[in-house]
Protein backbone atom coordinates (compact mmCIF):
# COMPACT_ATOMS: atom_id res chain seq x y z
CA UNK A 1 0.00 0.00 0.00
CA UNK A 2 1.66 3.19 -0.96
CA UNK A 3 1.64 6.16 1.38
CA UNK A 4 -0.07 9.49 0.19
CA UNK A 5 2.75 12.20 -1.21
CA UNK A 6 4.15 14.37 2.02
CA UNK A 7 2.84 17.58 -0.12
CA UNK A 8 -0.97 17.34 -0.12
CA UNK A 9 -1.88 20.07 -1.54
CA UNK A 10 -0.93 22.80 -3.92
CA UNK A 11 -1.22 26.06 -4.90
CA UNK A 12 -2.47 27.56 -8.27
CA UNK A 13 -1.79 30.91 -9.17
CA UNK A 14 -3.40 32.46 -12.35
CA UNK A 15 -1.09 33.60 -15.07
CA UNK A 16 -4.61 35.60 -16.31
CA UNK A 17 -8.14 36.38 -17.09
CA UNK A 18 -10.33 35.47 -19.63
CA UNK A 19 -12.46 38.76 -21.39
CA UNK A 20 -15.27 37.25 -23.58
CA UNK A 21 -19.04 37.42 -25.26
CA UNK A 22 -20.38 35.67 -21.69
CA UNK A 23 -20.97 37.90 -18.74
CA UNK A 24 -22.78 35.35 -17.05
CA UNK A 25 -22.46 31.21 -17.37
CA UNK A 26 -26.06 31.08 -18.10
CA UNK A 27 -26.27 30.17 -22.39
CA UNK A 28 -22.76 29.38 -22.89
CA UNK A 29 -21.61 26.56 -25.01
CA UNK A 30 -21.43 23.36 -23.09
CA UNK A 31 -18.47 22.52 -25.09
CA UNK A 32 -15.58 24.89 -26.77
CA UNK A 33 -15.92 25.33 -30.05
CA UNK A 34 -19.65 25.09 -30.67
CA UNK A 35 -20.03 29.08 -31.08
CA UNK A 36 -17.43 30.09 -33.47
CA UNK A 37 -18.74 33.30 -33.48
CA UNK A 38 -18.12 33.70 -29.87
CA UNK A 39 -15.30 36.16 -29.36
CA UNK A 40 -12.79 36.41 -26.55
CA UNK A 41 -9.59 37.37 -24.88
CA UNK A 42 -7.11 36.08 -22.79
CA UNK A 43 -5.14 38.69 -20.81
CA UNK A 44 -2.26 37.45 -19.46
CA UNK A 45 -1.21 38.98 -15.94
CA UNK A 46 2.44 39.86 -14.67
CA UNK A 47 4.73 38.36 -14.40
CA UNK A 48 3.43 36.21 -16.65
CA UNK A 49 2.67 38.84 -19.76
CA UNK A 50 6.06 39.56 -21.06
CA UNK A 51 6.55 38.63 -24.36
CA UNK A 52 8.76 35.96 -24.41
CA UNK A 53 6.11 33.78 -22.79
CA UNK A 54 4.41 33.57 -25.78
CA UNK A 55 7.50 33.42 -28.47
CA UNK A 56 6.67 30.77 -31.05
CA UNK A 57 2.84 30.31 -30.07
CA UNK A 58 1.70 31.94 -33.11
CA UNK A 59 2.56 29.03 -35.45
CA UNK A 60 -0.13 27.10 -33.77
CA UNK A 61 -3.71 26.62 -34.47
CA UNK A 62 -5.33 25.68 -31.62
CA UNK A 63 -4.36 25.83 -27.61
CA UNK A 64 -5.48 23.97 -24.23
CA UNK A 65 -6.78 26.29 -21.59
CA UNK A 66 -6.55 25.44 -18.25
CA UNK A 67 -8.53 27.41 -15.85
CA UNK A 68 -10.52 27.60 -12.61
CA UNK A 69 -14.67 27.62 -12.59
CA UNK A 70 -14.20 30.45 -10.30
CA UNK A 71 -18.36 30.73 -10.20
CA UNK A 72 -19.27 27.21 -8.98
CA UNK A 73 -19.43 26.46 -5.45
CA UNK A 74 -16.49 24.99 -3.51
CA UNK A 75 -18.47 22.07 -2.35
CA UNK A 76 -19.20 18.54 -4.52
CA UNK A 77 -20.74 15.51 -5.18
CA UNK A 78 -19.39 12.04 -6.19
CA UNK A 79 -22.88 11.64 -8.78
CA UNK A 80 -23.81 14.87 -11.15
CA UNK A 81 -26.55 15.07 -13.27
CA UNK A 82 -25.10 15.55 -17.29
CA UNK A 83 -27.56 17.85 -19.42
CA UNK A 84 -26.77 15.79 -22.63
CA UNK A 85 -29.04 13.00 -20.03
CA UNK A 86 -31.69 15.09 -19.72
CA UNK A 87 -30.26 16.29 -15.94
CA UNK A 88 -32.28 13.41 -14.31
CA UNK A 89 -29.81 9.88 -15.18
CA UNK A 90 -26.85 10.33 -12.77
CA UNK A 91 -22.74 9.71 -13.84
CA UNK A 92 -19.73 9.80 -11.55
CA UNK A 93 -18.59 12.97 -11.32
CA UNK A 94 -14.69 11.48 -13.24
CA UNK A 95 -17.22 10.47 -15.88
CA UNK A 96 -18.59 14.16 -16.79
CA UNK A 97 -17.40 17.47 -17.68
CA UNK A 98 -19.33 19.08 -14.96
CA UNK A 99 -18.19 22.14 -13.44
CA UNK A 100 -19.23 20.59 -10.10
CA UNK A 101 -15.36 19.39 -9.15
CA UNK A 102 -13.50 18.65 -6.72
CA UNK A 103 -10.65 21.27 -7.41
CA UNK A 104 -12.90 23.34 -9.47
CA UNK A 105 -10.49 22.45 -12.53
CA UNK A 106 -11.67 23.01 -16.28
CA UNK A 107 -9.75 22.21 -19.42
CA UNK A 108 -11.04 23.41 -23.22
CA UNK A 109 -9.59 23.87 -26.58
CA UNK A 110 -9.89 27.25 -28.45
CA UNK A 111 -8.78 28.16 -31.95
CA UNK A 112 -6.12 31.20 -31.56
CA UNK A 113 -7.36 34.11 -33.63
CA UNK A 114 -4.01 36.19 -32.90
CA UNK A 115 -1.37 37.53 -30.45
CA UNK A 116 -0.60 40.75 -28.74
CA UNK A 117 2.22 42.40 -27.26
CA UNK A 118 2.11 46.10 -27.50
CA UNK A 119 0.80 46.39 -24.21
CA UNK A 120 1.48 43.42 -21.79
CA UNK A 121 0.48 39.96 -23.66
CA UNK A 122 -3.41 39.11 -25.21
CA UNK A 123 -4.35 36.41 -27.30
CA UNK A 124 -7.64 36.74 -29.31
CA UNK A 125 -9.55 33.70 -29.33
CA UNK A 126 -12.25 32.05 -31.11
CA UNK A 127 -14.42 29.16 -30.41
CA UNK A 128 -14.28 29.66 -26.28
CA UNK A 129 -16.57 28.46 -23.55
CA UNK A 130 -15.79 30.61 -21.13
CA UNK A 131 -17.31 33.47 -19.16
CA UNK A 132 -15.82 36.76 -18.25
CA UNK A 133 -13.53 37.06 -15.52
CA UNK A 134 -12.51 33.36 -15.87
CA UNK A 135 -9.08 32.87 -13.96
CA UNK A 136 -6.38 30.91 -16.38
CA UNK A 137 -3.68 29.10 -14.91
CA UNK A 138 -2.03 27.49 -17.53
CA UNK A 139 -1.93 27.38 -21.84
CA UNK A 140 -0.70 24.63 -23.85
CA UNK A 141 -0.33 24.15 -27.63
CA UNK A 142 -2.41 21.03 -29.26
CA UNK A 143 -0.48 19.30 -31.30
CA UNK A 144 -3.10 17.14 -33.32
CA UNK A 145 -1.20 14.43 -34.23
CA UNK A 146 -0.46 13.33 -30.65
CA UNK A 147 -4.10 13.78 -28.92
CA UNK A 148 -6.73 13.77 -32.29
CA UNK A 149 -8.30 10.38 -31.69
CA UNK A 150 -10.75 10.09 -33.72
CA UNK A 151 -11.67 5.83 -32.68
CA UNK A 152 -11.64 7.35 -29.40
CA UNK A 153 -15.33 6.21 -27.80
CA UNK A 154 -17.40 9.26 -25.90
CA UNK A 155 -19.91 7.44 -24.06
CA UNK A 156 -22.92 9.10 -23.17
CA UNK A 157 -21.97 11.78 -25.68
CA UNK A 158 -20.76 10.57 -28.64
CA UNK A 159 -21.42 13.34 -31.15
CA UNK A 160 -22.54 17.28 -30.95
CA UNK A 161 -25.73 17.94 -29.86
CA UNK A 162 -28.50 18.75 -32.83
CA UNK A 163 -29.28 22.25 -33.04
CA UNK A 164 -32.81 23.91 -32.74
CA UNK A 165 -33.75 26.34 -35.64
CA UNK A 166 -33.70 29.85 -34.07
CA UNK A 167 -36.09 32.41 -35.53
CA UNK A 168 -35.76 36.44 -34.68
CA UNK A 169 -38.87 38.46 -34.31
CA UNK A 170 -39.09 41.83 -36.21
CA UNK A 171 -38.36 43.53 -33.16
CA UNK A 172 -35.20 41.98 -32.63
CA UNK A 173 -34.35 42.44 -35.77
CA UNK A 174 -34.78 45.74 -35.88
CA UNK A 175 -32.54 46.03 -32.91
CA UNK A 176 -29.64 43.90 -34.46
CA UNK A 177 -29.87 45.85 -37.63
CA UNK A 178 -28.80 49.30 -35.89
CA UNK A 179 -26.11 47.56 -34.78
CA UNK A 180 -22.32 47.98 -36.13
CA UNK A 181 -22.02 44.32 -34.57
CA UNK A 182 -25.02 43.01 -35.94
CA UNK A 183 -23.98 40.21 -38.07
CA UNK A 184 -21.56 38.93 -35.50
CA UNK A 185 -24.21 39.04 -32.42
CA UNK A 186 -26.97 37.56 -35.37
CA UNK A 187 -24.91 34.46 -35.47
CA UNK A 188 -24.20 34.34 -31.90
CA UNK A 189 -27.09 34.42 -30.44
CA UNK A 190 -28.26 32.06 -33.42
CA UNK A 191 -25.17 29.32 -32.15
CA UNK A 192 -25.25 29.70 -28.48
CA UNK A 193 -29.64 29.53 -28.50
CA UNK A 194 -29.73 27.02 -31.25
CA UNK A 195 -28.07 24.37 -28.73
CA UNK A 196 -31.19 25.03 -26.22
CA UNK A 197 -29.52 26.74 -23.01
CA UNK A 198 -32.74 25.75 -20.86
CA UNK A 199 -31.85 23.56 -18.19
CA UNK A 200 -32.71 20.06 -19.06
CA UNK A 201 -35.33 19.32 -16.49
CA UNK A 202 -37.37 22.41 -17.33
CA UNK A 203 -37.59 21.94 -21.19
CA UNK A 204 -40.95 20.26 -20.82
CA UNK A 205 -42.47 22.31 -18.64
CA UNK A 206 -43.76 25.81 -19.16
CA UNK A 207 -44.27 26.21 -22.46
CA UNK A 208 -44.11 29.97 -24.00
CA UNK A 209 -41.88 31.00 -20.62
CA UNK A 210 -39.42 33.55 -21.64
CA UNK A 211 -36.04 32.98 -20.79
CA UNK A 212 -33.19 35.58 -21.08
CA UNK A 213 -29.26 35.50 -21.80
CA UNK A 214 -26.92 37.68 -21.63
CA UNK A 215 -24.21 37.59 -24.71
CA UNK A 216 -21.68 40.79 -24.81
CA UNK A 217 -24.09 44.14 -23.73
CA UNK A 218 -27.17 43.12 -24.86
CA UNK A 219 -29.89 40.63 -22.92
CA UNK A 220 -31.29 38.05 -25.33
CA UNK A 221 -35.31 37.20 -24.47
CA UNK A 222 -36.32 34.26 -26.03
CA UNK A 223 -39.08 31.31 -26.23
CA UNK A 224 -39.74 27.70 -27.06
CA UNK A 225 -42.66 27.28 -29.51
CA UNK A 226 -43.55 23.80 -29.69
CA UNK A 227 -45.43 21.91 -32.92
CA UNK A 228 -46.07 18.21 -33.03
CA UNK A 229 -42.77 17.60 -34.79
CA UNK A 230 -39.91 19.82 -33.82
CA UNK A 231 -38.61 22.58 -30.90
CA UNK A 232 -37.94 26.22 -32.46
CA UNK A 233 -36.70 29.03 -30.56
CA UNK A 234 -37.91 32.46 -31.14
CA UNK A 235 -35.93 35.58 -29.96
CA UNK A 236 -38.57 38.00 -28.90
CA UNK A 237 -36.64 40.90 -27.55
CA UNK A 238 -32.97 42.05 -27.62
CA UNK A 239 -32.58 44.48 -24.73
CA UNK A 240 -29.72 46.46 -24.23
CA UNK A 241 -27.98 46.13 -20.83
CA UNK A 242 -27.63 48.84 -18.19
CA UNK A 243 -24.73 49.28 -15.75
Same mark, same amino acid.
Given at each position: MHNAPESASFTLTPIGYVVSDYPDKFGIPRQP? @????????L? @??APYNDPLTVRGLEDFSHLWVSFIFHQSPERWTPLVRPPRLGGNRKVGVFASRSTHRPNRLGLSLVT????? =?HQGVRLRL??? /? #???????????PYLPWAEARPEAVAGFAPQ???LLPVTFSHDALDTLARRVDSASLYALIEQ? @??QDPRPAYKQSEE?? *????? *? #? *??? /???? *?? #??????? =? #??VVAIDIMTG
Open positions: G @LAQAANASV @LTLAGIE =TEGC /D #LVSGTPVVDIKAPVV @LGPG *RVYGV *R #L *RDV /DVKF *RA #LHNDEAT =T #LE
